[in-house]
Each structure stands twice: as C-alpha cells, then as structure tokens.
C-alpha cells in the first residue's frame, strides 16, 4: 500500500540519521499538500515501523508528528508565486493534482501572465525534521 511504502521511506531516513550519528528522539513528517496520503493509515504504519527498529535494531525514536505543508507555484516568466488556494481551480481538477502532480502543466498556467512554465516550489513528497 501507499501510505505504508511513503511510511517505510521515512523509517529508513530515520534509521539512517542514526546510523550516521545523530541523535534521533522525536522527527517530525511533513508531507506535502500534493501529497495524497491517508493520514490515519500512514500514521499507524509509522508508529508499526518505529515500534519494529526499537524492537529489532534498538533504534529509539519517542514520538513524532505530522504536519502538512502547503503547496506554493512560481512562474518562471513573470515571477509570480501562488498557492493552491489562490488559483481558479476546479475542485475535481484539485484532487486529480492531489494524484498526479505533473498534470497541472497540461492544464493550467500561471494566474497574472498565462504561462503554462511555472515550477512546483513546495508541497510535493515527504520530508523528514530532527525535531
Ligand atoms: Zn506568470
């Protein structure tokens, strides 16, 4: 499943920080808005997954949480960045953004000038914070 992949994504980061060193007590995850994830499901898998590394690595990571971050666009030709919400966007079209992030250049362009040559600046994948 999904969440459980992104999940064990995460766990490996984890594990590799302190592998390499660093001190891991509490991490926070940050996933992106375009990031379709079922928060609940992914929440447990990763509680599973830390409760695995303690018991069979002795890697102990205390608690984490998970925040959302929001996705921003900026136009290479004019400069101009927005967000999700500030764009003119049908609603079925957002949740096919929310799957597939790479067709919001096939249908949509930048808000001030039209250009369909704009960058995904933030809210893509998952990120992983030493808290
Ligand atoms: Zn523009």
């Known amino acids: 499943m999904h969440e459980w992949a992104l999940a064990e994504a995460v766990a490996r980061t984890v594990e590799e920080l302190v592998v390499k060193g660093r001190d891991v007590r509490e991490v926070e995850v940050v996933l992106g808005e375009l990031q379709a994830v079922d928060e609940g499901v992914f929440e447990l898998a990763l509680k599973e997954l830390f409760e695995e590394m303690r018991r069979e690595k002795g890697i102990d990571v ?3 949480k998970i925040t959302r971050e929001k996705a921003a666009f900026k136009c290479q030709v004019c400069g ?3 967000t999700l919400e500030e764009w ?3 609603e079925e079209f957002r949740e096919a953004v929310h799957f597939v992030p ?3 250049h096939s249908h949509y362009s930048c808000p ?3 250009s369909r040559d704009f960058e995904i600046t933030a809210g893509r994948g998952v990120k ?3 808290i």
């Open 62 to 64: 205390q608690g984490f």
């Open 88 to 90: 003119p966007v049908k």
């Open 80 to 82: 101009h960045t927005w």
């Open 102 to 104: 790479e067709v919001v």
């Open 128 to 130: 992983v914070r030493v």
């Open 112 to 114: 001030r000038c039209g």
